[in-house]
């Protein structure tokens, strides 16, 4: 089988209990999406979810990912085979996760995005068992690693992301993106010079 | 600090790992899908309706049976599959029953819902001829056939859109085809029920078309007010119009609105959750699964929302939902082309306000005075007044600051108060008025009463008197600023400043008084009445009068009597400070602490009666007689009274009685528990409750004032009893407790639902003579040939149910008793309802907004509670009350408040508490005294008040 089937099955199988429970709250409606899309959306929004939150730190951009990928892939009239896609799902949304949230965080801009406050996050560190001055620091940490993120290239910003968020090794990373491994390294480096760099700015300023 | 690289290797490794474990919780993950389903779900619907089936599969790459044959009509349908397949397909069709259905509904759903009909009617072989063209085209013969239909069909529209036109014509859209796209910077849709169509710049839309921005797209709109709606991508919204003006529709997302000035009209925007009502400003609305977020970025607009109402100013931001965080409403609309313009808005605007408000203090209430010892024994009346002047004049004088340090300020401060010609004139009025009054306040200490005594003639000699601040300089600005006045009014003051009180003699006046009045009495002909109204005090006589001012001891006293400020120089001599009752009085109010207070010593006024009224003897007798009959010769005091606390503000006013009350003045009973709001609901528009004493009694009262004052009105009551057999006081009054109340409880239309609800003690004997007045009545009815009532008895869930009703008149009189309480209203429905409510225990008590409305205090009960909450009802009534409400205009503002509008829409509360010896009656507000604070003085928005309407006012300008 395809290493990169495997790997995207093994990455979302913790989410599946989540996905089994999904009840969705549907009227009788004439022009449905097809079934597809509903089978597709039932089984990886988590998934989805999950990887935009990690990237964003809000539940309201996650939000947004989520709605935004089903949203292209309802309307895309270039897209993949169904079959294929399905068999293909979880990598090709999870890599699709990525990329918006990326793109939305561009978007959202530097100066904006420091005066963003995601409460959520204050809230998840908050119940951890830090200290108020080392919470406080925690989510100022975070914002500095994600903000760096979306000033980087969307291809290293993407393979950093797969590889410290998601988890996957460099060598499925190089199969998925259709890149050599020792690129996939060479810009994992990069990737963690600038972000040290970015944090030593930061504790100094 | 300097950090070495293992340190921060290991601080991102940390940072990064936290991240790796981030987790959201799985209700949030949930809950935020189901939200995206169904707005995907929203989506794939308008997709279909705009016929871009784009929804299903891709045609599958090898055909195997059904499933795959219909991946391929899409397809077929846009002429998009290879001639080999498309003729394999249509084979199969002909075949195939389900998928012939398929195809035959993709077409239906491309070809729109009005083709449908026709296309129901073709036979079965029709169809499929029509699907063998792969194009839907109607058989010749078959059209010929509906001709007859169509043009029966369009006789009826257009006989329907005439009778719509006539009914409608008051609420038709005003200018439906002037709306247009002022600038669009990416994709933007127009879409309407059969077609969607990109829209550019200079495009035209029409009402209730859907205006939507595409992903990463901006528009601008322009509506035919001039008002400018800014969409934030992925924004959808649609327009109404009609004679109240626009309502702008917004489905989802964001929009900004530069509203223009609406006139009498309102512009509103509604989201699923909100509606906010603007007369022209600058706001933002976001609109979101969750909630909605308003956020303003100028001037003031109103928002309705869960059945609450706010009033928001510029930089004030409200989500519909608790929770829904609030952002900054820079960063609210930093998406906006203009954001950098709102911006510099947000923070002139914002500031003003606010910082008017918060800069200038209001008086607080005041414990002391030493002004009242001044006032003289037998003083009939007393004002006191908190000394406005410094802060309103301070405020004004920021204003100006303001606007002259910011020209967009001005520009924008010049729109709220230009609406004519003259205002100019009327701004320098403003102007030099604000400067009186800041020059005074700050002359003068934080208070300034007002007090009368009564003269020989019972003519009221009244004082105006008040601490000055700088005894030395005061003489000097009381000249200057008599001459500015006199240099205003043309010589028309006639004010003397007197040094010394013993040598001044009231005959003669000096001799510019004695021009100006010659002067004033030859021009009052031709002035007319209002102008009058604007020029100082000594004018409004009919006679000028002079008014003696005298400084003295740190005090400054005004009067037209020499004799008033001769009375205080003696009690200043005299070091004498004994108080006599109404003094005591008013001295227990100032030791509770008071904003402002008006109080009238009502018992010598009515001791001096004879002298005010100058009535002849036997006039005097019968007033005295019912005077005495009615209790009201034992009033004492009243005292109304305002006390500002931090939240609200208490206005209460108390009428005071030598001894306890006797008469009708006694007949509101003491504070007691209102078991008859329990039959009311939370939803109630109105509710009025009192506790009286026995009703026996208070017929006993009428009957022993009647006696004296009007004999034969009594003698023909006693004869209707005699002839009806029905004793008022045996038969009706004694079967009464001395609970009442009324409220109008459910829909105003077409009929009021009212509801009465009294205390009963014997319901059979009440009944019967209900029964016993019926048939009298019919009697009477006979006797003129005239068909007459019936009481109709019926059993609804264990209760009895009264009827009475006439054949010839449709309203009908429903009772019932239940729990010791008569209820009645006018039909068996909602006496059930009411019913229900008492055994809910969910009940008017209940209700939050009515519970917020009462006063914080210590006693639970009251003698009489009058309560209104009539913002549900308005929305039902609003088209008629709006239209109604435009020929009456009588508030101070032009076109606003409207019943219509979700102004001033917050439920209030009076409330009466009765003693042995007083009647204390409440009305708490919320802000400042009176809803009075500086920025409001000024007519700064939000404001319903402002010193400019009332000098527009007092100026006769129209």
């Not at chain 1, 996650?62 to 169904?82: C, G, H, N, Y």
């Not at chain 2, 899908?33 to 045609?59: C, F, G």
């Not at chain 2, 859907?210 to 901006?218: E, G, L, P």
Request: proline fraction near 4%; charge should be neutral.
């Amino acid at each position: 089988m395809d290493v990169i089937n495997t790997f995207a099955l093994e990455a979302a199988a913790p989410h599946k209990h989540a996905a089994a429970r999904f009840e969705f709250a549907r009227p009788a409606m004439e022009h449905a999406p097809p079934t597809t899309l509903e089978t597709m959306f039932r089984e990886h929004h988590a998934l989805v979810y999950r990887t935009a939150y990690r990237i964003t730190g809000s539940r309201t951009d996650a939000e947004d990912v989520l709605q935004t990928i089903f949203l292209r892939l309802m309307q895309s009239s270039e897209k993949p085979d169904t079959r294929d896609l399905n068999l293909r799902a979880e990598a090709y949304l999870c890599r699709a996760a990525i990329n918006a949230s990326l793109d939305l965080m561009r978007a959202r801009g530097r100066a904006s995005f420091v005066a963003f406050d995601d409460t959520d996050e204050a809230q998840w560190v908050k119940d951890s068992a830090l200290n108020p001055e080392a919470r406080h620091e925690s989510i100022e940490l975070r914002n500095v690693i994600r903000r760096t993120l979306a000033e980087m290239s969307a291809r290293t910003a993407e393979v950093f992301a797969l590889r410290y968020f998601e988890g996957y090794g460099n060598a499925e990373i190089a199969r998925a993106l259709d890149i050599s491994p020792l690129v996939v390294g060479v810009q994992l480096h990069r990737a963690r010079v600038r972000l040290q760099n970015e944090l030593k700015k930061f504790l100094e300023s | 600090m300097k950090q070495n690289k293992k340190q921060l290797e290991n601080l991102l490794d940390e940072t990064i790992a936290s991240i790796h474990h981030t987790q959201p919780e799985a209700a949030h993950i949930e809950d935020a899908a189901a939200r995206v389903w169904a707005r995907l779900e929203t989506h794939a619907q308008s997709d279909y309706a705009m016929n871009e089936i784009k929804l299903e599969s891709a045609p599958a790459a090898q055909v195997r049976g059904c499933a795959d044959y219909q991946t391929l009509m899409p397809s077929h349908i846009r002429h998009e599959l290879s001639p080999a397949r498309a003729l394999l397909l249509e084979d199969h069709t002909r075949e195939c029953v389900a998928c012939r259905h398929a195809m035959q509904n993709l077409k239906d759903a491309r070809n729109g819902v009005a083709n449908r009909s026709v296309v129901q009617l073709q036979t079965k072989n029709q169809r499929v001829r029509a699907s063998n063209r792969a194009r839907p085209v109607a058989p010749l013969y078959q059209l010929a056939s509906h001709v007859a239909q169509w043009r029966v069909a369009a006789a009826v529209v257009v006989a329907c859109c005439l009778v719509a036109l006539a009914v409608w014509q008051p609420f038709a859209p005003m200018s439906a085809v002037n709306m247009s796209v002022e600038a669009a910077d990416g994709a933007l849709y127009r879409i309407a029920a059969s077609d969607t169509a990109p829209l550019t710049t200079g495009d035209r839309f029409a009402v209730n078309d859907h205006v939507r921005t595409a992903k990463d797209a901006q528009a601008t709109l322009r509506l035919s007010d001039g008002s400018l709606i800014e969409m934030r991508e992925r924004s959808q919204l649609a327009v109404e119009e009609n004679r109240d003006g626009a309502t702008i529709n917004l489905e989802r997302g964001q929009i900004i609105v530069q509203a223009a000035k609406q006139g009498d009209k309102s512009l509103f925007v509604r989201t699923s959750d909100a509606l906010v009502a603007v007369k022209g400003t600058t706001f933002s609305v976001n609109s979101g699964t969750r909630a909605s977020r308003i956020a303003v970025i100028e001037g003031e607009v109103k928002v309705d929302a869960g059945g609450k109402q706010h009033s928001l100013h510029a930089g004030e931001q409200a989500a519909t939902r608790t929770g829904l965080e609030t952002v900054p409403v820079a960063q609210e609309i930093s998406w906006s082309k203009n954001a950098a313009r709102y911006r510099q808005l947000l923070a002139e605007a914002k500031g003003v306000r606010a910082d008017i408000d918060a800069r200038i203090t209001r008086p607080g209430r005041r414990y002391s005075t030493r002004l009242l010892d001044l006032t003289a024994t037998g003083t009939v009346f007393y004002v006191g007044l908190p000394n406005w002047g410094e802060s309103l004049g301070e405020a004004h004088k920021q204003l100006q600051e303001r606007l002259a340090q910011n020209p967009a300020l001005a520009g924008w401060w010049q729109g709220q108060n230009t609406n004519n010609a003259n205002d100019t004139k009327r701004e320098a009025h403003i102007g030099f008025m604000m400067d009186r009054v800041r020059a005074w306040g700050s002359q003068l200490g934080d208070e300034i009463a007002i007090s009368a005594t009564l003269d020989g003639k019972g003519e009221p000699a009244p004082l105006v008197l008040a601490e000055v601040k700088n005894a030395n300089g005061f003489r000097e600005f009381l000249t200057r600023e008599i001459e500015t006045l006199k240099s205003q009014s043309n010589g028309h003051v006639s004010i003397r400043v007197i040094d010394d009180l013993s040598n001044v003699a009231n005959a003669t006046p000096p001799a510019v008084s004695n021009d100006a009045v010659k002067k004033s009495r030859g021009d009052s002909t031709r002035r007319d009445s209002r102008r009058d109204m604007r020029q100082d005090k000594p004018r409004q006589d009919k006679a000028p009068q002079e008014l003696f001012v005298w400084i003295h001891d740190g005090f400054v006293f005004a009067s037209p009597s020499l004799d008033a400020l001769r009375d205080v120089a003696a009690k200043l001599e005299s070091g004498n400070t004994t108080r006599d009752a109404f003094h005591e009085r008013l001295a227990d109010v100032y030791r509770d602490g008071t904003n402002f207070v008006l109080a009238a010593d009502l018992a010598t006024i009515l001791a001096r009666r004879d002298a005010i009224t100058q009535d002849t003897a036997q006039d005097a007798a019968t007033r005295d007689a019912m005077l005495h009959q009615t209790g009201f010769d034992d009033l004492q005091f009243l005292i109304i009274e305002s006390k500002d606390s931090d939240t609200r503000t208490e206005n209460i006013a108390t009428v005071s009685f030598k001894g306890a009350r006797r008469g009708m003045a006694s007949w509101l009973a003491a504070p007691h528990a209102m078991g008859a709001l329990d039959f009311i609901s939370r939803d109630a528009h109105l509710a009025s409750a009192f506790v009286v004493k026995q009703p026996a009694t208070i017929v006993d009262d009428l009957f022993a004032t009647l006696r004296n004052v009007e004999p034969d009105a009594l003698t023909e009551i006693e004869t209707a009893q005699n002839e009806s057999g029905v004793n008022l006081r045996a038969d009706l009054a004694a079967t009464m407790g001395g609970e009442f109340a009324f409220a109008i409880d459910g829909a105003l239309l077409p009929f009021p639902s009212w509801k009465l609800i009294a205390e009963v003690y014997q319901p059979a004997k009440l009944h019967e003579t209900l029964t016993r007045l019926v048939g009298k009545a019919n009697e009477r009815l006979r006797a003129e040939n005239k068909p007459g009532l019936e009481i109709v008895t019926s059993e609804l869930g264990g209760h009895t149910y009264y009827t009475i009703k006439s054949a010839n008149f449709p309203v009908e009189f429903n009772y019932t008793f239940a729990e010791g309480y008569l209820i009645a209203a006018p039909s068996r429905a909602l006496l059930a309802r009411a019913l229900e409510t008492k055994a809910s225990g969910d009940n008017l008590r209940q209700s939050p907004r009515f519970i917020a409305a009462l006063p914080e205090g210590s006693d639970p009960n009251y003698s009489a509670l009058f309560y209104q909450n009539f913002a549900g009802a308005l929305d039902s009534i609003a088209p008629f009350a709006g239209r109604f409400a435009k020929k009456g205009n009588g508030d101070l503002r032009n076109g606003q408040p409207r019943p219509a509008d979700i102004i001033a829409r917050v439920p209030t509360v009076a409330y009466a508490r009765a003693f042995d010896d007083r009647i204390v009656i409440s009305a708490p507000s919320k802000d400042a005294p009176f809803g009075i604070t500086p920025a409001t003085l000024l007519g700064l928005p939000g404001s319903s008040f402002s010193m400019s309407d009332v000098m527009k006012q007092g100026t006769g300008e129209q």
